[in-house]
């Protein structure tokens, strides 16, 4: 989606001849159309090998008036694997079917977050997948 925004310009001219002075005016229109651009990328992931915590960060920019979510999509977890996500200052508990809504936004954004991933108790290696979608 495109927004246009109109810019008026005018200009006034004065013409001096000799014996008669008068003034006019020039008017011009230009418009300009800005693309929509949302982005979301992370930071490489570090896992610190002691506690198994994985730490990143976040830059989320959008110039949309339209609302978008951040998710984190995983495979489905079984009944005794836990993981936490905290992006910024909130933690939430993924979902146990895979698609996690982590934040939503509201209106045009820039922001970078500092995001940690704790997993409990896996059977399996787990990927996290994050992403910016429109809502």
Known sequence: MLRTAMIYLSTACVLAIPTVASASEIGAEVSASVPEVCR???????????????????????????????????????????????????????????STVIKRSRGPSFRVSDLELKAESLDEPLMVILAMVAV
């Open 40 to 98: 979301f990328e992370t930071a490489p992931i570090l896992v610190d090998p002691s506690t198994g915590v994985a730490l990143s960060s976040a830059v989320e920019s959008c110039n949309s008036n339209r609302s978008y979510a951040i998710t984190a999509n995983t495979r489905a977890l079984s009944q005794n694997e836990a993981v936490t996500l905290r992006f910024g200052q909130t933690p939430v508990s993924l979902d146990a079917g895979g």
